[in-house]
């Protein structure tokens, strides 16, 4: 069994959950695959841990689940696997209340609301906020619910965002040195800025950020489908305004034409 301590860290989880969250940012297998591999670590958190260690286990297996197939664009399989998060996170959280039970139940929520209908939006979404304040409340320096406060600037529907204070926001969690950023969350961090530049169509920032996030976990296909997308925008607005130059020139030119014939 794994040994645990008052606060339970990543440096905690089972070593296979790195290369299994890691597998999922990277693309490295398929959807199928991920399922296969997601069983058997669900199989091995009941056989080797019990308590508050396999339900916290078992919570984050399933998050990382439902990531896959919400990159897959298939919401019902995702929400599903959210759905096992949430009830596996709730029973870490009755065994012990701390920063990664109420982390991790936050996470599958807020990831929930990706997926699930408006009326499931209404009755779960304000339950985010409240949670991630009990995780800092455990953990002052958790960068997760850091990012967690600040993402719906980011990713909320209109009017709900602020894209201008979305990247304002997130950049100062990147450069706070008092923070703890785990791989995936700088991931996240850095990939937010780059999707937040991106809906204001500056185009020049939102490909640097997104690059800079695809130097982390490079095999992720979903930011690179945004770099590529970025590009082409980019490169279509170039062109726009190089035809509306033209035409300006040359209603300029006929306008003098006009005057002096």
Not at 88 to 112: G, M, P, R, V
Not at 152 to 159: K, L, S, T
Not at 180 to 189: A, M, Y
Not at 201 to 229: M, R
Request: proline share 3%.
């Amino acid at each position: 069994l794994i040994a645990f301590f008052t606060t339970f860290t990543f440096a905690q989880l089972p070593t296979e959950y790195y290369q299994f969250r890691d597998d999922m940012y990277n693309f490295s297998k398929t959807p199928t695959e991920m399922e296969e591999i997601g069983k058997e670590l669900l199989q091995k958190a009941d056989a080797e841990l019990s308590g508050y260690e396999k339900y916290l286990a078992k919570a984050r297996y399933e998050f990382i689940l439902g990531r896959v197939w919400f990159y897959q664009n298939e919401n019902d399989k995702a929400g599903s696997h959210y759905d096992k998060g949430i009830e596996y996170a709730e029973l870490a959280i009755k065994e012990k209340s701390d920063a990664q039970s109420q982390l991790i139940y936050a996470e599958n929520i807020s990831a929930n609301c990706a997926v699930k209908p408006v009326s499931y939006v209404l009755t779960w979404g304000v339950k985010i906020a409240p949670l991630t304040k009990k995780v800092l409340g455990f953990d002052a320096k958790n960068g997760a619910a850091l990012y967690m406060q600040n993402a719906q600037d980011v990713y909320a529907p209109a009017p709900f965002n602020n894209h201008k204070r979305g990247i304002k926001k997130m950049s100062e969690l990147l450069n706070n040195t008092n923070v703890t950023l785990d791989k995936d969350d700088k991931f996240n961090v850095i990939s937010s800025i780059g999707y937040a530049y991106m809906q204001q169509k500056n185009y020049t920032e939102a490909i640097k950020w997104l690059e800079d996030s695809v130097k982390i976990y490079p095999g992720n296909k979903y930011v690179q489908s945004l770099v590529d997308e970025c590009k082409n925008l980019s490169k279509y607005n170039e062109r726009r305004d190089c035809r509306s130059f033209s035409d300006k020139r040359g209603n300029r030119r006929f306008r003098k034409r006009r005057i002096f014939s």
